[in-house]
């Protein structure tokens, strides 16, 4: 089972950039997906972005056009670049691959995830 290492976050102003990184302990590049998650307090964690073997991206609604989700196979890591920061971006980040399941994605194994804290 892969393992994952999530870094970059930190406390950021609104309007702020942020770049995370996932590393993973084994090759990436026959999974499905590699999906970027969050987990706000008290709230579920969410799917934010995702990116297939192919390199097509996906974003929810609440990030598209904000967040940008990459791939680099040969250094097995996953990067999401977070622009224009909001408060409501405050969130633990995960990333973790993931397959279709349904009209849903089944996630893989968790890191430690990165803390991200959008606050002036």
């Known amino acids: 089972q892969v393992q994952l290492v999530e870094s970059g976050g930190g406390l950021v102003q609104p309007g702020g950039s942020l770049r995370l990184s996932c590393a993973a302990s084994?090759?990436?590049?026959?999974?499905?997906?590699m999906g970027w998650y969050r987990q706000a307090p008290g709230n579920q964690r969410e799917l934010i972005a995702h990116?297939?073997?192919?390199?097509?991206?996906h974003y929810a609604d609440s990030v598209k056009g904000r967040f940008t989700i990459s791939r680099d196979n040969a250094k097995n890591t996953v990067y999401l670049q977070m622009n224009g920061l909001r408060p409501e971006d405050t969130a633990v980040y995960y990333c973790?691959?993931?397959?279709?399941?349904?009209?849903?994605?089944?996630?893989?194994?968790w890191g430690q995830g990165t803390q991200v804290t959008v606050s002036s």
């Open positions: 973790t691959p993931i397959r279709p399941y349904y009209n849903d994605f089944l996630p893989g194994s």
């Open positions: 084994g090759s990436i590049d026959r999974v499905y997906a």
């Open positions: 990116i297939t073997s192919g390199g097509t991206t």
